[in-house]
């Protein structure tokens, strides 16, 4: 038995930190003032969402970001408790300081700058068991979070399994398509797949330990499209609420950004969304589309601020839960669903920000120049460990290698992973005082 599990099996003598949701608060709300008061929340606030830090102080940060992921899966469960038709599964539907403690923390893993930093850190790590946000998140979680020397925040079993949005090992979904004439400038070929690391194994068989054995064989099957990274087939019922509203929040709210700070083209969103909704069959976006672009187009935060609103509204009504077959155990079994015509709808949305919001060159070179910020830092204390890394992190180094490095930068912020950079490379900045 490792480490972990020895200090888990203790911990769980307590026999509340199952996954009863009702009549167990007090824990979920440990869990969500933990994850609040760490480290890795804390720096989510100088992490970049879409935007790079500094070309503004009004959009979404990591941690903005995550605030509304909270309160969109808050609001999602306030609707689901209050439909009839939940009756028979209300007690299962999370708590609001569950839900909110698995939203505030699904994102903790984050590298600096954005999905390039992501691929960065993946680049270097692709031979040493990769590096994935969703990953990184269940590592610190479960190890490297504060509150315990040997099992990170310390968290209910229910949080934990909660954040998992892929349950997969690295090495078993790792599938990289060859690139002829690979050139060391474009790194994109080397995005992670979506998995937690296989120095976790421990971690989720103890999450997954409750259920019976068909239904963790099931919960961790894949599909194996080919070429490419195999994916994940299944997700707990909670982790369906906190996607959903994470996807509410990434597509919605980064489209309000986009349009305060003028990067959205009026005839573009008129050709590529409102053309394409127009087409689609009655809904209430439709219904008052020239109230709704008038109200988005405006100069009036207060304007775009009701149409974003009724949006996230329209969105949150339509979520409704479903059965999976296969599986016994409810928190399995139940997923949450969007009806069909309000996904098109997010869907469409998340595609216009996705294609003439975040990939416009003017972002996309912020994006790269945190890439080559991170593929230079890892490499230098790679070549360098004993000389330059800090001395506690040497002291993981020796234990784990290269991970000690990923741990180490993957946890930096923007602006500290700039000023490091700085620090090592430029002549004139720097100073014996400054501290990593």
């Not at 699904?106 to 600096?112: A, L, N, Q, R, V």
């Not at 709808?345 to 945190?370: A, C, H, S, T």
């Not at 230098?380 to 992190?393: C, E, G, H, S, T």
Request: some cysteine; glycine content about 6%; proline content about 4%.
């Amino acid at each position: 038995m490792s480490v972990w599990l020895e200090r888990r099996s203790e911990l769980e003598r307590n026999p509340s930190r199952g996954f009863n949701s009702t009549g167990q608060d007090s824990q979920y709300q440990r869990d969500r003032a933990r994850i609040i008061h760490s480290a890795s929340f804390r720096s989510l606030q100088s992490k970049t969402q879409v935007l790079g830090l500094g070309e503004s102080d009004f959009y979404r940060t990591r941690l903005t970001h995550s605030l509304e992921v909270a309160q969109v899966g808050s609001g999602i469960c306030e609707w689901l408790r209050d439909q009839k038709s939940n009756e028979a599964h209300v007690d299962l539907i999370p708590s609001f300081s569950l839900i909110e403690a698995i939203c505030l923390a699904h994102d903790i893993g984050h590298s600096p700058f954005g999905h390039g930093g992501e691929v960065a850190m993946n680049t270097m790590m692709r031979d040493h068991g990769g590096f994935e946000a969703n990953g990184q998140t269940l590592r610190i979680l479960a190890r490297l979070g504060e509150y315990s020397p040997s099992c990170g925040l310390d968290l209910t079993r229910r949080t934990m399994l909660g954040t998992i949005k892929y349950p997969a090992f690295y090495s078993e979904v790792c599938e990289y398509i060859p690139v002829e004439n690979e050139n060391s400038l474009n790194i994109d070929h080397w995005s992670p797949p979506k998995c937690i690391y296989d120095a976790e194994r421990d971690v989720l068989d103890w999450l997954l330990e409750p259920f019976s054995e068909e239904d963790r064989s099931r919960f961790l099957s894949l599909e194996r499209p080919k070429p490419g990274h195999a994916k994940t087939k299944y997700k707990c019922f909670d982790t369906s609420i906190m996607e959903l509203a994470d996807d509410i929040a990434y597509g919605v709210h980064d489209l309000e950004d986009a349009l305060a700070l003028g990067l959205v083209d009026r005839e573009a969103w008129q050709e590529k969304v409102v053309a394409v909704l127009e087409s689609f069959d009655s809904n209430p976006v439709n219904d008052r589309m020239d109230e709704f672009n008038q109200l988005l187009f405006s100069s009036s935060a207060k304007d775009r601020k009701h149409a974003i609103s009724r949006l996230v509204g329209y969105l949150i009504r339509s979520i409704y839960i479903d059965e999976q077959d296969g599986f016994e155990a409810d928190l399995l079994r139940l997923q949450v669903r969007m009806e069909s015509m309000a996904y098109k709808i997010l869907l469409l949305i998340k595609d216009f920000v996705m294609r003439d919001v975040i990939f416009r060159p003017e972002l996309q070179m912020l994006q790269y120049k945190g890439q080559r910020v991170v593929v230079r830092l890892f490499e230098i204390f790679a070549a360098n460990p004993k000389r330059l890394l800090p001395v506690a992190v040497y002291e993981q180094y020796e234990e784990c290698g290269y991970r000690a490095i990923a741990d180490f930068l993957s946890s930096m912020t923007d602006v500290s992973a700039g000023k490091l950079y700085h620090k090592l490379l430029s002549p004139t900045s720097g100073s014996i005082f400054d501290r990593p």
